[in-house]
């Protein structure tokens, strides 16, 4: 089911956006066909799917702790992870001035053309380290244990998303916004339009984490090495998904939890979605986001905006409204 689910959000169309979004429709069918198993390793499998362009693959990560599973990521994502490193930050520093700089302030700005885009995700990572649980820190030193890479690599990974403000867009739709195959259900969709020509485009994943605990799996669509989430279900079932929030001018903040791990968290530990609402509620917050939270049952998105400033307002009345409207991109 997780699997079906989150390959729905890769095939979605962007015209359920709304006409306020650019772009080229995606009139792909929904994915569903069977990922074929590529490797194995202990604790981990890779599977793929060959039917699309880019391959789309399938990780399951097994493991009772953070560094189980971090081990086991690295060891069968091994071959990947330095070429996606190296290829990702490659192409940001050739492209710095499109990929990051016209996304962060001023300050910002300046340390990057003094000290390099590296150093200030290392500066960024210091700041949300305090943030981080534990066992995700116990995950990342696992990841960079086994792959070849070093924790400060695997670090830059997990926090440029909060650099650039996570620059993404999203469609939470049901009802008479959906066919008639799927009126009766909650499609969502997350869609990286925050620079569509990087080198990640060509890994799409989706990585199924078995922590053991009965009931707690979950997946994320995302690439390698992207450890956080931007999309997601997990088996309670609830999805995540989320919209940079434009409009915002309110106070800037770094010191606070990683988008991803927040949204990840709510895919991992909550089973409904006032548990997901009230975590982002209490979280310290480092962007001004759109997110979209569903779950079975509900028959509508609830729409949350969260800032860095602790405002956040949970927009359900407002949806319930205009059920059959989709969310606009």
């Known amino acids: 089911m997780v699997f079906v689910v989150l390959c ?15 772009g080229t429709p995606n009139t792909m069918p929904p994915l569903t066909d069977a990922p074929v198993l590529v490797s194995s390793v202990p604790g981990a499998q890779l599977f793929k799917v060959t039917s699309v362009v880019p391959n789309l693959l399938v990780a399951h990560v097994w493991g009772k702790s953070g560094r ?8 069968l ?79 830059h990974v997990t926090v440029f998303p909060d650099l650039v403000k996570a620059h993404c867009s999203m469609v939470g739709a049901w009802g008479a916004a959906t066919t008639p195959e799927y009126s009766d259900s909650l499609v969502q969709l997350r869609a990286l339009d925050w620079a569509t020509n990087s080198p990640i485009q060509q890994w799409p994943l989706v ?55 927040m949204l990840r968290d709510i895919l991992e530990f909550d089973t409904s979605v006032e548990a997901a609402l009230a975590r982002m509620e209490a979280a310290k917050r480092t962007c001004s986001i759109w997110v979209g939270v569903g779950a079975p049952g509900s028959q509508l998105e609830n729409f949350a905006l969260a800032t860095p400033d602790g405002s956040r307002l949970d927009s359900k009345h407002e949806h319930e409204t205009k059920r059959d409207q989709p969310k606009k991109g």
């Open 8 to 22: 729905l959000l890769l095939a979605a169309t962007a015209e359920a956006a709304g006409v306020n979004c650019q």
């Open 207 to 261: 990585t199924v984490y078995h922590t053991g605990a009965p009931g707690s799996g979950f997946a994320t669509l995302g690439w390698p090495l992207f450890l956080g989430a931007l999309s997601g279900m997990s088996s309670a079932p609830v999805a995540i998904c989320e919209k940079v929030f434009l409009a915002y001018t309110g106070p800037d903040r770094r010191n606070g939890i990683p988008l991803t791990l």
């Open 68 to 75: 189980e599973r971090g081990r086991a990521y690295g060891r």
């Open 77 to 155: 994502l091994k071959p990947l992870l330095k070429t996606m490193y190296e290829g990702f930050f490659g192409w940001a520093e050739a492209n710095i001035e499109e990929a990051v700089v016209k996304y962060v302030p001023e300050d910002l700005a300046k340390l990057i053309a003094i000290y390099g885009l590296e150093a200030v995700l290392d500066m960024q990572f210091v700041l949300m380290r305090s943030h981080m649980s534990a066992d995700f820190l116990e995950e990342m030193a696992g990841v960079a244990e086994e792959s070849g890479l070093s924790f400060a690599q695997v670090a």
